[in-house]
C-alpha cells in the first residue's frame, strides 16, 4: 500500500513556496516544513544514552518530590498509585510520543502533531500551553532544590536568603543549558547515576528493617485524605513524556533511538520511584504529617546514618540541575521549532556561539523566575493544569491523524487500531478532565488567564504577520 510523507520533510524553502501555492490551489489547510534550521555542520547529535537520561530527567530525576503522596493519602494509596499510574498514563503518553516523535521528527514536536491534525490555531494554541507549562514546571527543580538544602541549611528555610538561592541557582543553571544542549545530555547521564545511587543504597540497607505491614496503612487515623495533592503529586512525577518530541531535530537517528529510549526511561523511571517508596515505607513508622517533600533524606539518616542523609541531599541538588536541564532545554527547543514552522518570529530561532537558542533561553528563565516564588505546590498545580489542556489536544490530535491520515509513513506504529487508540486515550483523559476539577481557586485564576492569553497570542501573531512587524521563516497559509 502506498504510504504518504509528512508534509515538507525534504523540501528546500523555494520548494515549500512552490508546494504552499499548490496547496492552496488545491484547498490544503496549511504546508508545515518538519525542519528548517541551519545547523552547523559539525553539531554533535543526541544519541541513546544521552536521550534515555534526558528523558528520564524530563520525568523524574530520582524519587525526589514522591513523598507528598504518603502524605496525603497514606503508604497503601501512595505504593497503588506509582504501581497503577504508570499503566494509565505514563505508558500511553510514551507510546504517543515514540509515535509521532518518529513521524515528525523536527524540533516542533507536539505543535507539528497539533497542527497537522487541526490547522495553525491549535497548532499555535498546543505550543503556547506545553511552552507554558514547561517554564512553568521548571521554576518548581530550583524550589525543591531548596526545600532539601534547608534541612542541612535552615538559613534557606525562608526570607531573603532563599529567595537569592532560588534565584542564583536559576540563573547558574539557564547558563549551563546556554552552554550547549549535548554538554546537558552528558552531564544528565552522570547527574542520573549519582543521583538514583543512594536510594538503591538506602534500599539494601532498609530490607532487614522491613515489615510488609506497614504497606497496607492507609494513613494515620483521624487525618483525612489529600486528593488534590494526592493526585498533582503522581501526575508531576509523572508526566512530560511528550516534552522530549521538542528534542526531535536534535537526535540522531530518532525513528529508531526514540522508541528504543521512551522504553528503557519508562522502566527506569517506574524502578527508580517504586524501589525506594517500598523500602522507606516498609522499614520507618512515623506520623504521616512528616511525609514532605525532602523526607527521603530524613529517611536515610534514619535507615543508615547521617552520612547517606547527606548523600541523598548532595543527590537531591544534582538532581534538580537535571531536571532543570532537560526540561528547559524542550522549553527552548520548542520555541526554535515553532520558529522554523512560522507560528512565531523567527528571531526565536536565533543560536549563540554554543549553537544554542539564546532567546527561548531568556525568555524561558524569566517567567521561570517570575513564578518561582509561588508555593511550590501551586507551581505545581499550575503546571499540570496547562499541561492537562494541552494533553487532551495532543490525544486527539494522535488519534485523528490515524484516522486522517491512516497511510502516512510512521517508522514506529502504537499496535492498535482506532477504536484501540480512543479507549487508549479516553482512560488517561479522564483523569486529566479530574485534575483540572480538583484545582485550587489560584490555579484556577493562574491558568485560567494564561490559557486565555494563549488564544489571544495567535490572532496577536496574525495581527504582527499582516502587519509585518516581525519577519517570519514561512508563510502563514489561511485555513479553508
Not at 9 to 35: D, F, K, R, W, Y
Not at 93 to 122: H, K
Not at 370 to 376: E, Q
Amino acid at each position: 500500500m502506498e504510504t504518504e510523507t509528512p508534509k515538507s520533510m525534504h523540501q528546500t524553502p523555494a520548494e515549500l513556496e512552490v508546494a504552499t501555492n499548490n496547496n492552496n490551489i488545491n484547498g490544503s489547510s496549511s504546508i508545515l516544513p518538519i525542519s528548517t534550521t541551519n545547523i552547523l555542520p559539525s553539531k554533535k547529535k543526541l544519541t541513546l544514552i544521552p536521550l534515555i537520561f534526558l528523558i528520564y530527567f524530563e520525568v523524574a530525576g530520582g524519587p525526589f518530590g514522591e513523598e507528598p503522596a504518603v502524605q496525603a493519602a497514606g503508604p497503601l494509596l501512595a505504593l497503588i498509585g506509582f504501581l497503577v499510574f504508570p499503566f494509565i498514563w505514563s505508558i500511553p503518553e510514551a507510546l504517543i510520543t515514540a509515535e509521532l516523535s518518529t513521524t515528525f521528527p523536527g524540533n516542533g514536536g507536539f505543535v507539528i502533531w497539533a497542527d497537522e491534525a487541526f490547522g495553525p490555531f491549535m497548532g499555535s494554541l498546543m505550543g503556547c500551553l506545553k511552552f507554558l507549562s514547561g517554564v512553568i514546571n521548571v521554576a518548581a527543580f530550583p524550589v525543591l532544590v531548596v526545600d532539601y538544602l534547608k534541612q542541612l541549611f535552615d538559613v534557606f528555610a525562608n526570607g531573603w536568603p532563599r529567595k537569592v538561592m532560588i534565584l542564583s541557582s536559576t540563573l547558574v543553571l539557564s547558563f549551563v543549558n546556554f552552554t550547549g544542549l549535548t554538554i546537558v545530555g552528558y552531564v544528565s547521564v552522570a547527574l542520573g547515576l549519582v543521583s538514583v545511587a543512594p536510594f538503591l543504597l538506602m534500599s539494601l540497607i532498609a530490607i532487614p528493617k522491613i515489615k510488609p505491614h506497614r504497606w497496607l496503612s492507609l494513613g494515620d487515623k483521624g487525618v483525612k485524605k489529600d486528593w488534590n495533592l494526592f493526585f498533582n503529586t503522581l501526575f508531576w512525577n509523572l508526566n512530560f513524556w511528550d516534552s522530549v518530541s521538542t528534542l526531535a531535530g536534535e537526535v540522531d537517528k530518532p525513528q529508531t533511538t526514540f522508541p528504543l529510549a521512551l522504553f528503557v526511561a519508562v522502566i527506569f523511571t517506574c524502578l527508580a520511584y517504586l524501589i525506594p517508596l517500598f523500602a522507606v515505607t516498609g522499614a520507618v513508622s512515623v506520623p504521616q504529617s512528616d511525609w514532605e517533600s525532602g523526607f527521603h533524606a530524613t529517611a536515610a539518616e534514619m535507615i543508615a546514618g547521617k552520612w547517606l542523609k547527606y548523600w541523598i541531599e548532595i543527590g537531591a541538588v544534582l538532581s534538580g540541575m537535571g531536571l532543570y536541564e532537560a526540561q528547559l532545554s524542550s522549553c527552548v527547543y520548542q520555541l526554535e521549532g515553532q520558529s522554523e514552522l512560522g507560528f512565531i518570529p523567527k528571531f526565536f530561532g536565533l543560536r549563540s556561539r554554543f549553537n544554542t537558542p539564546w532567546v527561548g533561553i531568556v525568555l524561558s528563565t524569566a517567567i521561570t523566575i517570575g513564578v518561582s516564588y509561588m508555593d511550590f505546590t501551586d507551581i505545581v498545580a499550575s503546571a499540570n493544569f496547562l499541561y492537562s489542556l494541552g494533553m487532551i489536544i495532543e490525544f486527539a490530535a494522535f488519534v485523528w491523524l490515524r484516522k486522517k491520515k491512516p497511510n502516512l509513513h510512521r517508522p514506529y506504529k502504537v499496535p492498535l487500531n482506532v477504536p484501540g487508540l480512543v479507549i487508549m486515550c479516553l482512560i488517561p483523559s479522564v483523569f486529566l478532565v479530574g485534575i483540572m476539577v480538583i484545582a485550587t481557586k489560584i490555579v484556577f485564576i493562574v491558568s485560567g488567564a494564561m490559557a486565555v492569553g494563549s488564544i489571544g497570542w495567535y490572532y496577536l501573531m496574525k495581527y504582527c504577520r499582516a502587519k509585518n512587524v516581525f519577519v517570519y521563516n514561512t508563510p502563514e497559509v489561511k485555513e479553508g
